[in-house]
């Protein structure tokens, strides 16, 4: 799998869109600074028309300290989770 970095992605919208790097670059960092408000009040955020964002809680478990063997409880907390359309899903088979 081939990866971008964010300066990458960056250029690439400037090129597409006509806008300056630095000027898609404050937006996307709005968009990245509005998706951690949502998502940390429990928002569901649809950041495009085939991408949403949202949280979830996942309960306290039991589990093991890997360098004792001492069993340890997990402590609840919520975890980032991606759902895609499915014209994106069926663009991937």
Same mark, same amino acid.
């Given at each position: 799998? $081939?990866?971008?970095?964010?300066?990458?992605?960056?250029? $690439?919208?400037? =090129?597409? @869109?006509?806008?300056?790097?630095?000027?898609?670059?404050? *937006?996307?960092?709005?968009?990245? %600074?509005?998706?951690? %408000?949502?998502?940390?009040?429990?928002?569901?955020?649809?950041?495009? +028309?085939? =991408?949403?964002?949202?949280?979830? $809680?996942?309960? $306290?478990? +039991?589990?093991?300290? =890997?360098? @004792?063997?001492?069993? *340890?409880?997990? +402590?609840?907390?919520?975890? +980032?989770?991606?759902?895609?359309?499915?014209?994106?899903?069926?663009?991937?088979?």
């Amino acid at each position: 799998m $081939e990866k971008t970095t964010f300066n990458n992605f960056v250029k $690439e919208v400037a =090129v597409k @869109t006509g806008y300056t790097q630095k000027d898609v670059k404050a *937006v996307l960092q709005a968009v990245d %600074d509005l998706i951690f %408000d949502y998502m940390a009040s429990g928002k569901k955020v649809r950041v495009t +028309p085939s =991408v949403a964002l949202y949280s979830v $809680e996942v309960s $306290e478990r +039991p589990g093991r300290n =890997v360098v @004792t063997g001492e069993k *340890v409880m997990i +402590p609840a907390r919520k975890r +980032p989770k991606a759902q895609f359309s499915a014209p994106l899903k069926r663009s991937l088979m």
